[in-house]
Every structure is written in C-alpha cells, then in structure tokens.
C-alpha cells in the first residue's frame, strides 16, 4: 500500500482516542496520518490497531523527534536511533507519506522534545539538507519537510523560514508539508505578509497541507493545536490552494480532541473550500 | 556571514535558557526584537518544555500521580527532568529510570513505596508495547514426561516482567485502576512481589510469591524449567509448581520460541 495520495485528497489527523471510532464507523476520508513516535513499539494493540486502519485508508506518518536542526556532534547518535525506529515502522506501515519539521530539540546530549527555532543560515542550510538526504536515503524514498510556528527570531537567519524550505527542496529533492496554521501564527508574530511568504516556496514540492487551530495571548500567537481552524487560516489555506492547486490537505488536532466526527466535518469543509476554489481559478 | 559555529552557539544559549531562567540573557543575545519580550517568549518555550515531559510523565505514571498528588507529582517530573533529562525524540520513553530516581530523592522519603510503585507503572507501560509473541497452548504440557519437562528452557512473552517489592505495590496499583470496587485497606507491611504480562485482555498485574519470581527470574535468565524449580523450592519449600506452570498456561505467558 503505497498508492499516492490524490492531489485533493483530505484527511485528519488520528490520535489513539479516535481509533476504535474511526475502524467502527469508518468516515470517509482519503487518509489519516499519525504521529511517528507514538508507535515505536516493538508490538502490541496499539500498533496492531495502526495496522488495522492501514487496511481501510491510506496512512501517512508525521514525526516530531528527528532534530534535524541539531547543530552539535552529541545529538548525532540520539537522530540516528529515532532514524532507526522510524525505518522500523516504516518498513511495518508502507506509509503513503513519512513527514518530519523544519526544527531541532536535542542539544548537547538532551532532548527537549519540543520543536524550536533556529537561525535560517547557509550553515544549517548545509546541516539540515545533510541530515536530510541521510534519512532519505535510510527510509528510501522522499519525506516531507514542514515549516514550524515560532515565537522568536534570530538575529543570525540570512533568510526567511520559507526560502530555507525552498533551498532545501533545490538541495535534496524532499517535499514539503505546509502548515497553513504556522504559516498564519508566524506572519502574525512576527508581522510578515503570509501570502509574500507563501510565494517563496517552490509549489510544485508542496506535497501536504495542515490545518489547525491556535491560542491568541497576550504576549504572542501560540500553536496549540487543540482548537477549529480559523477563519483567517482558511482564508490564507483558500489562498494557498488557488496558487499551488488542489493538495492533501489534513485536520490536525493533538489537544481537546473534539468527538471524530466534528474532526471529520472539518474535514469535509476543507475538501469543499479545495474544490471550489480550485474549479474557482480554473 | 555568521562564523562558522553559529548555530551550535545559538543553540547552546538556548538549551541553557530552556533549563534555566539564568540562562535567558546569554539566549537574548542570538535573537533579533527586544530583549524583555524575547525573556519573555524563552521563558513560554521552557514551560512548554516542562509541560510536554510532565504530559508524558502522567500517561506512564498515572497511580503514582493519584498517590501523591497532581501538583507533588509535577514536582517530581520536573526534579526527575533536571536530573536525568530526556535522552532521546520519542517521549514515550520518559521515565524509564524514574524508579531509581525515586529511590534516592529525598522528598519522597516519606512514601517509601513510590519508587517500586513507578517501577510497576513503568513495566506495565512497557508491556503494552512490547513484541508480540504466539502463546503455547494449554495442551502444551502433555508433550512432556517429567525429565524432559526439567530439561525444557520455555521463552516467555516479551511483555513477561517480574518486580519484587517490600510493600504491597500490587495492591496499591489495583485500588487506583478503574475496574477496582470497594476501598479494601492496605496493610503496608504486607510485602508483594508483582509480575506483569499481557494477553488479549490487555495487560495484566498480579501478586506473585517471592519463590515464584525466583522461579520466573531464573527461566527468564535462560535455565531450565528444572533449575528454576529448584531456585524457587530454595526460596520457599512450599511453592506451588503446578499452580505456578497453570497460571502461565491461562495467561499465555509460555511462547513458541
């Protein structure tokens, strides 16, 4: 099972609380994607239950682990462990994506399981597309590289987050997944034009999008992903797909997981906005 | 141009800055925007960091959490954090030695219990994702006479883990599971040894004797069902090998090489 994805295809995102609702009532949706690491098992039901959805739809397979940013020889060893794990479940899944972010997490022999930041230089550039190609070519086959939501910048990036991603995809022929959501809390935060940014990426790498829901505060937009999408990401996610044509598009929701079939009715509005404005444009 | 270590110098500064308020100054300098609003933000990134392992830390540890406490228990995930830090990307993985950190934290010393009843927590997490296995059947034991049964080396099902424990950790686990009906006291001098597998019910826990995780440690250690028997009848003359050999047969713990 590794049949690409339709170009309109749409999805959401699976957590353990929604499975046996999803394998009983089975909704429509053309695919689902699960968080990596949260089957790095050796076996049991929970993997057993992945590979029982795998059998009705399309799995994709979203990491948040690999640090490809690390910048020190000590979290070398930790990268190339999760690679493993990864090419483990990989190999068990067949996967119709295998995607990770644009961040690091471990440094100096910590993990600190978190998606950070860092300088956008022709140094990490040359890092990342390293690591990169490495767990490309381990996986053997292309992964997808999604731009994160960030709360600070650094004095040091010669470049914005979306012309790095563009680099990348000329350097080691990854695809990209973006985050329409990040995208919007990033323009926010740090007062950017989305759509200018938008513009920087090479579209016809974009392989996925995300949408999710925020938290506004007052010191800053923070990516919680635990609420609807909201309208101004739809607007910029309508944007986004009258500029790159239709592209899989996936409901993401990690915390204050709504009943499934509310995650599936977002769903089914993102396929609409797709194809209409798509037909729209044409 | 930056120099050429730069990014491994932007993110020293800001690991320190995630681990301490101290080290948000020395961060500051690598960022661009105002210094006190970019304080600000370090300081959000290191609650999340704090809040993603604490997260983690009360799905594997969810007894020891009700035992002492939400806010107790937060404390120990953050002092268990500082202490021994993550060491890798998969968070499930956090807390594998929360158990000997316990034994010797101070603060703890007052439930001298908490550190075996983490390590029950953290065996039962442990079996529920480890490798599958085929069980042997029932029937398995007729195609044995006893000498060939003393010289048999069975495996056992990866998830199969045995604790030993000067308190009744069995007990205490099983008041705080959902299933459990009624307030039955402990008496904490009442020492358990546990063990813990899964089987199509999920994974199970129970009270075993201490000549019984003789015997399991000993077949777990590669010897024969023999040796183990003996190891076992030594810890105590009146184990039960039938009773023992049945309750592996019903939970499946003997699997097919």
Redesign the interface.
Known sequence: MKHALAADAAGIGLRAPHLRDLLETRPALDFVEVHS??Y?????????GLLQVREHYPVSLH?????L????AASTP??D??LE?LAALVERVEPVLVSEHLC???????????L?P??Y?T??LA?VAARVTRVQERLGRRILIENISA????????MSECEFLAALVARTGCGLLLDVNNLYVNACNFDFDPHAELARLPGEAVAEIHLAGHSVTE??R?DTHDAPVCDAVWSLYEDAVVRLGPRPTLIERDAKLPPLAELVAERDRAALAMARRCKEAA | MTAPDALANAQAAFAEALQSAKGEEVATRFLAGDAERNRALLALYRGNVVANHTGAMTNSFLVLRQVVGEEFFDGLARAYRRERPSRGGNLDEAGEDFASFLAGFEPARELPYLADLAALEWAVARAWRAADAASVASEWLSGFDMESLAAARPSLQPAFQVLGSEWPIVQIWRQHQAFHEGGLAIRLEEAECACVWRDAQGVGVAAITPAERAFWLSLGAGETIGAALQVAVQTDSNFDFAACLGFALQHGLICHA
Do not use: K, R, T
């Open positions: 690491e949260n790095f098992h050796a076996g049991g039901p929970a993997l057993a990491g948040v682990g690999l640090s940013a690390s910048g020190d930790m990268i462990a999760h794990s690091w997490g471990a440094f100096g022999g910590h993990h600190f399981n978190d950070l860092f300088p230089s140094e990490a890092l709360y600070v910048q650094f004095a040091g990036s010669e010191l800053c923070i």
